[in-house]
């Protein structure tokens, strides 16, 4: 059995993998494809999912392992590692550092180590359900607003949103005492470090959640998706983090109030 904190210092070995696999490509000569949905996939993309996978499988042989290149892998039936190579391929390939590479460790189908590596900002933020969070080692936690309209209120994917959901896009463009409209990862990361109080977002894969779950919950706070479920490989990737449950309430009040 792998302790816990054998699993930790794996995943930061891991980050560390995957943040210099990708600045060997970052702001150079991209190779681009397009996926069916026309995403963007990179030469980066694939290099670090590979380089993450070889690793696991050395050392977690009998896990299973679900990726956004390559697909799934199965184990054990118990454990599963998720990845994201680069959580933000549109940020990477136009040169933003806001780029992210996302690890989460599952355990019988649950979310319980999650890690967000921020490559191009040297950081790296950790979190293990029931054993707090950090940042590049030290720890970190939530703020403790409880109210909505005194939050920082970020809008990740606001233009599907909007799309999708032009009633409930207006109300956010009401709500929260500053707000901020943003993409992928790093939002729900600077929640977790206390200088963000909500995200609120949408059309995500299970890649893409999976890994901030833990993190924000180690850090105290809460997420779920739109209905207050909690996360799985089988969510339907619109979700809400907040700092406090009160302000997870308020959202989620805010969100279903036409339903």
Same mark, same amino acid.
């Given at each position: 059995?792998?302790?816990?904190?054998?699993?930790?210092?794996?995943?930061?070995?891991?980050?560390?993998?995957?943040?210099?696999?990708?600045?060997?490509?970052?702001?150079?000569?991209?190779?681009?494809?397009?996926?069916?949905?026309?995403?963007?996939?990179?030469?980066?993309?694939?290099?670090?999912?590979?380089?993450?996978?070889?690793?696991?499988?050395?050392?977690?042989?009998?896990?299973?392992?679900?990726?956004?290149?390559?697909?799934?892998?199965?184990?054990?039936?118990?454990?599963?590692?998720?990845?994201?190579?680069?959580?933000?391929?549109?940020?990477?390939?136009?040169?933003?550092?806001?780029?992210?590479?996302?690890?989460?460790?599952?355990?019988?189908?649950?979310?319980?180590?999650?890690?967000?590596? &921020?490559?191009?900002? %040297?950081?790296?933020? =950790?979190?293990?359900?029931? /054993? *707090? #969070?950090?940042?590049?080692?030290?720890?970190? $936690?939530?703020?403790?607003?409880?109210?909505?309209?005194?939050?920082?209120?970020?809008?990740?994917?606001?233009?599907?949103?909007?799309?999708?959901?032009?009633?409930?896009?207006?109300?956010?463009?009401?709500?929260?005492?500053?707000?901020?409209?943003?993409?992928?990862?790093?939002?729900?990361?600077?929640?977790?470090?206390?200088?963000?109080?909500?995200?609120?977002?949408?059309?995500?894969?299970?890649?893409?959640?999976?890994?901030?779950?833990?993190?924000?919950?180690?850090?105290?706070?809460? &997420?779920?998706?739109? %209905?207050?479920?909690? =996360?799985?490989?089988?969510? /339907? *990737? #619109?979700?809400?983090?907040?700092?406090?449950? $009160?302000?997870?309430?308020?959202?989620?009040?805010?969100?279903?109030?036409?339903?």
């Amino acid at each position: 059995m792998v302790t816990p904190d054998a699993l930790t210092e794996h995943a930061m070995k891991i980050a560390d993998i995957a943040a210099e696999s990708a600045m060997r490509f970052f702001r150079g000569s991209l190779g681009i494809e397009f996926k069916q949905d026309e995403s963007p996939v990179t030469q980066a993309d694939k290099a670090v999912e590979a380089e993450v996978r070889t690793y696991l499988k050395q050392h977690f042989p009998g896990h299973g392992i679900f990726g956004e290149e390559h697909g799934q892998e199965a184990g054990d039936g118990r454990h599963m590692w998720v990845i994201d190579p680069i959580d933000g391929t549109r940020s990477f390939l136009s040169g933003h550092p806001l780029f992210g590479f996302l690890l989460a460790h599952l355990v019988d189908g649950r979310p319980r180590l999650g890690l967000v590596g &921020m490559p191009a900002l %040297h950081e790296t933020y =950790l979190g293990v359900v029931g /054993d *707090g #969070a950090s940042l590049n080692g030290q720890p970190i $936690e939530v703020s403790n607003t409880t109210r909505l309209d005194q939050s920082v209120l970020y809008v990740n994917e606001g233009d599907k949103i909007y799309r999708d959901h032009p009633d409930l896009f207006r109300r956010l463009m009401n709500a929260g005492q500053t707000r901020r409209f943003a993409y992928d990862c790093y939002p729900h990361a600077l929640l977790a470090s206390g200088h963000v109080d909500a995200v609120v977002d949408y059309d995500l894969q299970p890649y893409d959640y999976l890994a901030l779950s833990p993190l924000i919950t180690a850090a105290g706070g809460v &997420m779920t998706d739109w %209905h207050g479920h909690a =996360l799985t490989l089988d969510s /339907d *990737g #619109a979700v809400v983090s907040a700092a406090t449950p $009160e302000l997870h309430a308020e959202l989620l009040d805010l969100i279903n109030v036409e339903k």
